[in-house]
């Protein structure tokens, strides 16, 4: 088990790194992590959702994902509340402070989908979440070391010299655990080194003596790293690229599924911004999009609150184009009801009103894997639904995509506006090129084999600089 001395020190490009490792030498490996929370979550082969994170760990070991995988998500919807999702299926929304005596009840389902793994695997390579140094939680915990003790499972603890105080952050956790939990750690691993490796030995040392746990290695910044996936939305870059095809994307402050966007970031023709609080749509802006949301009606306050209306309206009065994914495409339309309460308190909030649809909020969930043509340009696609809603209107007649032969999403009239609520579609390199193409420019990119090609290159990188083997070995 992969556990971190704080978070975003690297704990699931690690787990990912490991398990392709293990999988190129041929052992049957798959990911775990107890419990995650990320509105950035992938729909399973068993129709359920983990988090994406776990998604590209299976990738990597060369499975489909599967619930097992992240048997607890939450789902942040406010600051002091999340959706808990259990083995694929929404269970319940609750506050943060009442979660601390749910998740107790919990563990049950995580040791028999750790279980279920381990029975179909050599290997099972488990994911940590936040630190264990977080002893104020401890109590009914499923994440950290409550997980490793009931699983008889090994913890390398992991810190990241990258923002400083690395050795404080290994030995303070050492000190504040109780020691049974800190008999669960077998040694330790330093993360995203810059610079001379040896400049550190002697910080190294001092872990060692202060800990008396076992060091395996110095691991150096993975400058591939930002080719993958990411599933905190503190991980969402300015801008990236500087192809003549200005993307602009408006930061959400429930934005989810922001991976939609990755392939988009890896084209030379284009050049993505992520607009954050206070920055207006730029008038060169040549796409405009509305991404997922956690929840539709609060961003769309949000997005109001910014001025993005008045700068999109503007965007499409200049001939810019717009895409809504999911909550966006729920956005651009006349209005969004909630009458049950579903998404926060109910009643109806006036859309954008740049598409004629309108969305009313249902408690069905729609969990699915979706081929599908492209309407506009005829062209093959595939993606997935994770969604509340249903969302219908007269533009609906101008389908974005056709699934099985029905209508999917709404173009306007003059094209320049679209809504799906497909995510995932630009994976697709065909795709990606007749939208890209529909802009005026051409894509050259090969999104499939670039995450492939830079997991295996994170592979070598860990068996460059450090002790695969031992950590390997460490497995019970």
């Given at each position: 088990m992969i556990q971190g001395a704080g978070s975003n020190v690297g704990k699931s490009l690690l787990v990912a790194g490991l398990c392709r490792v293990a999988r190129r030498r041929g052992v049957s490996v798959a990911p775990f992590k107890p419990q995650n929370m990320s509105n950035n979550a992938a729909v399973t082969i068993d129709g359920g959702e983990i988090g994406r994170a776990q998604a590209l760990q299976a990738q990597a070991c060369g499975l489909e994902p599967h619930t097992d995988m992240n048997p607890v998500l939450l789902k942040p919807e406010t600051d002091i509340g999340a959706q808990v999702v259990v083995q694929g299926k929404r269970l319940t929304t609750v506050r943060a402070r009442d979660y601390a005596a749910l998740k107790s009840t919990l563990m049950g389902s995580v040791l028999d989908s750790f279980n279920r793994l381990k029975a179909a695997h050599d290997l099972v390579i488990v994911e940590g979440a936040g630190s264990p140094a977080e002893v104020n939680l401890r109590q009914g915990d499923i994440a950290n070391m409550g997980f490793a003790r009931a699983a008889g499972v090994p913890v390398v603890l992991v810190g990241?010299?990258?923002?400083?105080?690395?050795?404080?952050?290994?030995?303070?956790?050492?000190a504040v655990l109780c020691p049974n939990d800190a008999a669960m750690i077998a040694g330790f691993l330093i993360n995203k080194f810059r610079g001379d490796p040896s400049l550190f030995d002697e910080g190294y040392r001092l872990i060692e003596t202060h800990t008396d746990w076992r060091g395996f290695g110095v691991l150096p910044f993975f400058d591939g790293a930002a080719k993958l996936p990411a599933e905190d939305a503190l991980d969402l870059g300015g801008a990236t690229g500087g192809g003549p095809v200005r993307i602009a994307c408006l930061a959400l402050s429930r934005i989810a599924n922001f991976d939609d966007l990755d392939p988009l970031k890896l084209e030379p023709s284009v050049s993505l911004k992520m607009l954050r609080t206070g920055e207006a749509i730029p008038g060169d802006t040549t796409l405009v999009i509305l991404p997922g949301t956690k929840s539709t009606r609060g961003d769309l306050a949000y997005l109001r609150a910014q001025g993005w209306?008045?700068?999109?309206?503007?965007?499409?009065?200049?001939?810019?184009?717009?895409?809504?994914?999911?909550?966006?495409?729920?956005?651009?339309?006349?209005s969004i009801a909630d009458p049950d309460g579903i998404e926060g308190e109910a009643g109806n909030t006036p859309g954008l009103g740049h598409l004629d649809v309108a969305t009313v909020m249902t408690g069905d969930k729609r969990l699915t894997r979706v081929s599908a043509t492209h309407a506009p340009s005829h062209t093959p696609m595939a993606g997935y639904e994770?969604?509340?809603?249903?969302?219908?209107?007269?533009?609906?007649?101008?389908?974005?995509?056709?699934?099985?032969?029905?209508?999917?999403?709404?173009?306007?009239?003059?094209g320049r506006i679209s809504g799906s609520y497909l995510h995932g579609m630009f994976t697709g390199d065909a795709f990606r090129a007749a939208f890209l193409k529909n802009l005026g420019v051409t894509a050259t990119g090969h999104y499939g084999q670039s995450i492939e090609t830079t997991l295996d290159a994170l592979a070598d990188h860990l068996e460059a600089h450090i002790d695969v083997a031992g950590l390997l070995a460490l497995a019970r």
């Open positions: 990241d010299i990258d923002r400083g105080g690395v050795i404080a952050q290994i030995v303070g956790t050492k209306d008045t700068d999109l309206a503007a965007h499409i009065h200049r001939g810019g184009h717009v895409l809504g994914i999911c909550g966006g495409y729920q956005m651009l339309g006349r994770i969604h509340i809603g249903q969302t219908d209107g007269p533009d609906r007649s101008r389908p974005f995509a056709l699934v099985d032969g029905q209508p999917e999403g709404a173009v306007s009239g003059d």
